[in-house]
Nanobody, 126 residues
């Protein structure tokens, strides 16, 4: 049974930093593409960042590029999201997700991912 457990959310002032972590179990971690999505109140869940299991390629949403960094630790079965220079518009529930078979053109689509964590709240105050 695949389980993804996020941690590291919290309340931070604008301009601050947070580091989210996602611990994965029940899967062969090196074979899975790992991604982060987020959902703000009243909005659709949106893509944030992804690291491809096959190529190691990394992609970011334009809104976070240059501020967020995704990284994958295969030895610890974790994927992290370092978030710097946070803005109030980054406030959302952040979800870790994984897929064993997602192609590059689908990596930004939430429908491509089979497994999801429960989410962790990030609140950025102005």
């Amino acid at each position: 049974q695949v389980q993804l457990v996020e941690s590291g959310g919290g309340l931070v002032q604008a301009g601050g930093s947070l580091r989210l972590s996602c611990a994965a179990s029940g899967l062969t971690f090196t074979r899975y593409t790992m991604a982060w999505f987020r959902q703000a109140p009243g909005k659709e869940r949106e893509f944030v960042a992804v690291v491809s299991q096959r190529t190691g390629s990394i992609f970011y949403a334009d809104s976070v590029k240059g501020r967020f960094t995704i990284s994958k630790d295969n030895a610890k079965n974790t994927v992290s999201l370092q978030m710097n220079n946070l803005k109030p518009e980054d406030t959302a529930v952040y979800y870790c997700t994984s897929s064993a078979s997602v192609i590059q053109s689908q990596m930004r689509s939430r429908s491509a991912y089979a497994y999801w964590g429960q989410g962790t709240q990030v609140t950025v105050s102005s």
